[in-house]
């Protein structure tokens, strides 16, 4: 349904949208956008994930009504959980990093202009309540601005460091002197006993049968590990492949002789790595910390093709601090809907500040 307003905008939702097309493409030159708002991450989310999770997809987008230019895109989902009718982001726990994708003239036309939310209520479908998650620090204020929420701390982050100058003079810099002789004695022991190489996947039935042998080596590791999930291993095989072909993903193996010790999968976008999955087989090679072995490895690589950041995106495991990460709290916003939302909303936001306290209660 499309509303005309009084403002130079027009705002609709809609229940399909194409982000391979030119108007998103055209959206993402202008915005700034994280790996997770990508037309690949996307297109992949929506073919693959929401109908399997039992949502219908839902976009909202403002344009100019005098060339239909589209100045903002907020792919949603709705659906019934629990008998609530949730409104919500595109997470379904594989989106690290959610936020709205808009114009630098949007996002200004907004801030000066308040009576946009009214607008944007106006074309909103009825929801009990709306959960946007999880959400880094500087987006934050553009849900502010489109809903009139406030953030809550989710009680954990996401880590990331900065990749510069020639990768032994960073790793000295960011990597204390134990940790990166542990890295190096292991690394030395495996290949004493074996001929090992740690490689990045390019051809497209190498990526999609890695993604495949990394859901295997996590099976019953990981607690929930949704890959193990035929719908969510399609979504990360897809994105592995068609983002391999196209520059935005990378999929390195670590071999040990003839056997294959381990894989990690990522997303790339500006410069940026983006890590997301890591399946190593401990039982055999367990002793030699392959895991951090590949991490050391991939971000030597990153840099020498001029990245310059490693993401591990959102968790607070303690070999991410020993990389030489920043952390920066992650967000979520509720928006009640209905009464039923309301309460809703209320016991969700007294968890998260629970979740929280507990986390700095083991810090300290």
């Not at 903002?72 to 609530?84: E, K, V």
């Not at 510069?164 to 810099?173: N, Q, V, Y």
């Not at 367990?286 to 310059?308: C, F, H, R, V």
Request: charged share 25%.
């Amino acid at each position: 349904m499309l509303w005309a307003v009084h403002l130079p905008l027009e705002f609709e939702t809609v229940s399909s949208f194409d982000f391979s097309g030119e108007d998103y493409a055209h959206l993402c030159a202008q915005a700034q956008i994280s790996a997770f708002q990508h037309p690949i991450w996307l297109d992949a989310f929506y073919r693959h994930l929401v109908t399997n999770r039992g949502g219908n997809p839902l976009f909202l987008a403002a344009r100019r009504p005098d060339t239909g230019a589209l100045e903002l895109m907020l792919p949603l989902i709705l659906r019934r959980r629990y008998g609530i009718r949730l409104l919500e982001t595109t997470d379904l726990g594989v989106s690290d990093y959610v936020a709205p994708v808009g114009t630098p003239a949007f996002w200004s036309l907004v801030e000066q202009m308040p009576a946009v939310r009214n607008e944007i209520k106006k074309v909103l479908p009825q929801f009990d309540l709306m959960r946007i998650r999880p959400v880094r620090d500087g987006d934050c204020h553009k849900f502010d601005l489109l809903f009139d929420v406030h953030p809550v701390p989710l009680g954990f982050s996401s880590h990331a460091v900065e990749l510069d100058g020639p990768f032994d003079e960073w790793r000295k810099s960011n990597l204390n002197a134990s940790f990166r002789k542990m890295i190096d004695r292991k690394r030395r022991k495996l290949q004493r006993e074996h001929e090992t190489a740690i490689d990045e996947l390019k051809e497209p039935g190498a990526v999609a049968s890695a993604i495949g042998s990394l859901a295997a080596l996590r099976s019953g590791r990981f607690e929930g590990d949704i890959i193990q999930n035929d719908f969510v291993l399609a979504f990360y095989r897809d994105v592995a492949v068609r983002g391999t072909t196209e520059g935005f993903a990378g999929t390195w193996r670590m071999r040990a002789g003839d056997e294959d010790v381990g894989y990690v999968f990522g997303v790339t976008h500006g410069g940026r790595f983006y890590y997301l999955l890591i399946g190593c087989d401990y039982e055999d090679f367990g002793n030699y910390s392959p895991g951090l072995q590949m991490y050391d490895a991939i971000i030597k690589d990153w840099m020498e093709q001029g990245g310059t950041c490693f993401d591990f995106t959102i968790g607070d495991e303690d070999f991410k601090r020993k990389f030489g990460t920043t952390a920066t709290p992650i967000y979520g916003f509720y928006k009640a809907g209905s009464l039923f939302g309301r309460i809703v909303k209320s016991v969700l936001e007294r968890k998260h500040a629970y979740d929280v306290g507990r986390n700095q209660r083991k810090v300290r």
